[in-house]
């Protein structure tokens, strides 16, 4: 069965620098995954997905992942964190083969002038 | 409509009574999924349609909850009998097709007092 964990609820950045998320799953095989941003009082939104074609995904809005699969790790980053980046970031693994997603904790971003 | 429309967008039950949740999904989508997001935590699966077949529903936390999507569009979960742990956001998603990206709607929160 699939898991995830998210290895930070909280993460404190100030505007201008590196974002780093961490997430990691469990599997026995390489499932899809996927990062999902949610702003308050907002759906939420796919940030990026990967599908086992190349290791290092782009998103939207600068994110960026990379599928690790020695680690189980799929690590959201971004060079520069803007202050609307603010929000709560889920990292979901696929199963069932239908995009049933595994939602992790979320971790929530703050970022600071 | 342009996106993933759920009403109510905000629910006062008090324990014990019957609540209806309507789901809107992208016109067209054939899979829709239902997630129940509890304060602070990441959604959890509940159920998922495609078209007017219920795949999967074994993320029911119960048998007070049914969910149904008669005309393969459309969807209500409806949760009977309703207690206090079931206060929290219930998001909608919806599919163009089984493997594709799901949109979410903005939920429901529901509060049961």
């Known amino acids: 069965a699939q898991s995830v964990t998210q290895l930070d609820s909280h993460v404190s950045v100030s505007e201008g620098t590196p974002v780093l998320l961490r997430c990691n799953y469990s599997?026995?095989?390489?499932?899809?995954l996927f990062w999902y941003v949610q702003h308050p009082n907002k759906g939420l939104q796919l940030l990026l997905k990967?599908?086992?074609?190349?290791?290092l995904v782009k998103g939207i809005n600068g994110f960026e992942a990379e599928f690790k699969k020695s680690e189980t790790s799929f690590h959201l980053t971004k060079p520069s964190a803007h202050m609307s980046d603010a929000a709560e970031y889920f990292c979901?693994?696929?199963?069932?083969?239908?995009?049933?997603?595994?939602f992790g904790a979320g971790t929530r971003l703050a970022v600071h002038p | 409509g342009a996106g993933v429309s759920q009403s109510p967008r905000y629910k006062v039950a008090k324990r014990g009574q019957d609540v209806a949740l309507r789901c809107d999904p992208i016109?067209?989508?054939?899979?829709l999924f239902w997630y129940q997001q509890a304060l602070g935590q990441g959604p959890e699966f509940l159920t998922y349609?495609?078209?007017?077949?219920?795949?999967?529903k074994s993320g029911l936390p119960s048998d007070r909850f049914f969910a149904e999507r008669p005309e393969g569009s459309v969807s209500t979960l409806k949760i009977q009998r309703t207690q206090q742990e079931d206060s929290a956001v219930y998001l909608c998603?919806?599919?163009?097709?089984?493997?594709?990206?799901?949109?979410f709607g903005q939920g429901t929160r529901l509060t049961v007092v």
């Open positions: 990967y599908t086992s074609a190349a290791t």
């Open positions: 016109s067209g989508h054939v899979s």
């Open positions: 979901a693994p696929e199963s069932g083969g239908y995009n049933k997603l595994i």
């Open positions: 599997s026995s095989y390489s499932p899809s």
């Open positions: 349609f495609q078209n007017e077949a219920q795949l999967d």
């Open positions: 998603a919806s599919s163009l097709e089984v493997n594709t990206e799901a949109f």
